[in-house]
């Protein structure tokens, strides 16, 4: 018995909440009807959409009051109210959860007060019934639980009511992703920007001022070359050293826009070479990746050497690092090259590729430089529509995942978010923290 009360006493509680609600409809409702007077005259049109989204939120209210009652959440769609007045003013009038809502209101006006003032009908005869008969007869109640009927009832109709039918949710959901595709662009296109930029400044203060002084030199070495041979050569070797300098500074360069490793190696061999240049003991696990060795893609900047003494073999730089030409060998055949498995094993494009090659750079670097690590380990998987990284560390944590995270993260997030991605990012205080990148493509 004391069980039937305390149920129909929260069932009470429901229903009361809902009768308030129903108050707030009726007050509603006259706010409807001056809204659309005003519309009608032109002048209060923009009172239209202020007042569409207070309904929004008393029908929120009563969807999250219907899901606490049922333990089931009551779906919610509507199209954004933005953009200039005319525009919100179209999609307010426009919007089918509009003229749900007002159906809504003007329904939970009679059935908010219909059942709440049933309940208070029946709680007199409940009590006699229940605490005088059924009680004393030692029976479970039967007239007492009719109020969480009741209320389970209201329920029911706010929740048929205010579902939005399946042309509603699936114009609300392409809304919600014209509205997301046009953040994720506008990101894209600020990160390409900063890119742009940072390519023109390295540009400008490193490659262009070494050329501008190798030019400078090679003149000076003509001007003095029948006077002074000796001094002429010696401008002429200064001149080549600023010429390899400045062939370092353009490899730096066309590694920050797409790092040749990644055409010779295959990700799995530059993520692997990110680690073992790290400065930390990473292990990195890969599943479903192939492995490409040096000489399977086609050498950028590939200067060839002559070499110093006779019979020494040419050396021909190939990426990162030199790659010594031996006899039968021939440039661009790797040490496996008559392996075909691995060629012939596919691999995620080229932009997908980059952007977790950039993320695995920038969490390693995070990791060495703030996180105060030893250790990390990277993981990537190839699942059948997307390519998966995970980066985590052992350090102390605590960084942020918002805006505010940095412009490393922040450029993480813009470059994987270009690709239609996803970063979810775990670091709690002490640690540890894991990089989680998941990169939709086609193999």
């Known amino acids: 018995m004391r069980d039937a009360i305390r149920e129909s006493g929260r069932a009470s509680l429901h229903l009361l909440s809902g009768a308030a609600i129903a108050l707030l409809c009726y007050l509603m409702i006259g706010v409807a009807l001056f809204t659309a007077f005003l519309t009608a005259t032109v002048i209060g049109a923009g009172v239209l959409p202020e007042s569409v989204l207070l309904l929004r939120r008393l029908a929120g209210w009563e969807r999250r009051r219907t899901a606490a009652r049922t333990g089931t959440p009551v779906p919610e769609a509507y199209l954004p109210l933005e953009g200039p007045l005319p525009a919100r003013v179209r999609t307010a009038v426009t919007d089918p959860g509009t003229g749900r809502d007002l159906v809504w209101a003007a329904a939970q006006l009679l059935y908010g007060m219909g059942v709440w003032f049933a309940s208070l009908v029946l709680w007199a005869p409940a009590l006699l019934v229940d605490g005088a008969v059924t009680g004393l007869a030692g029976r479970r109640p039967v007239a007492l639980p009719l109020i969480g009927r009741l209320a389970d009832l209201g329920a029911e109709w706010s929740r048929a009511l205010l579902t939005p039918t399946p042309a509603a949710a699936r114009a609300a959901a392409l809304a919600a992703r014209v509205e997301e595709l046009t953040a994720t662009r506008a990101g894209a ?81 530059a993520v692997r070479a990110l680690a073992a240049s790290s400065g930390l003991e990473v292990e990195v696990s890969v599943t479903g990746l192939a492995d490409h060795a040096p000489g399977d893609g086609p050498d950028r900047l590939a200067v060839p050497r002559i070499p110093t003494a006779p019979g020494e073999p040419p050396v021909r730089t190939s990426g990162d690092r030199p790659e010594r030409l031996g006899a039968g060998r021939t440039p661009g055949a790797g040490p496996d090259h008559a392996d075909d498995s691995r060629a012939a094993a596919p691999r995620a494009p080229a932009a997908v590729e980059a952007a977790a090659y950039f993320v695995v750079a920038e969490a390693l670097t995070n990791a060495a430089k703030h996180s105060g690590a030893t250790r990390a380990s990277v993981a990537l998987v190839r699942e059948p529509t997307a390519l998966r990284a995970r980066v985590a560390d052992e350090g102390r944590g605590g960084a942020e995942a918002g805006e505010s995270g940095g412009s490393g993260l922040l450029g993480m997030r813009r470059r994987v978010a270009a690709l239609d991605g996803t970063v979810r990012l775990t670091s709690p205080e002490g640690g540890p923290t894991v990089i989680e990148v998941e990169l939709p493509c086609v193999w």
């Open 189 to 269: 296109i600020a990160a390409h920007g900063a890119e742009l930029r940072r390519i023109e400044r390295d540009l400008h203060d490193g490659t262009q001022a070494r050329l501008v002084a190798l030019s400078m030199r090679i003149g000076l070495a003509k001007r003095a070359y029948d006077s002074d041979p000796v001094a002429a050569r010696k401008l002429l070797d200064d001149a080549q050293t600023q010429a390899e300098e400045a062939l370092a500074e353009l490899r730096h360069v066309v590694r920050g826009i797409h790092p040749p490793i990644l055409t010779d190696r295959g990700l799995s061999g």
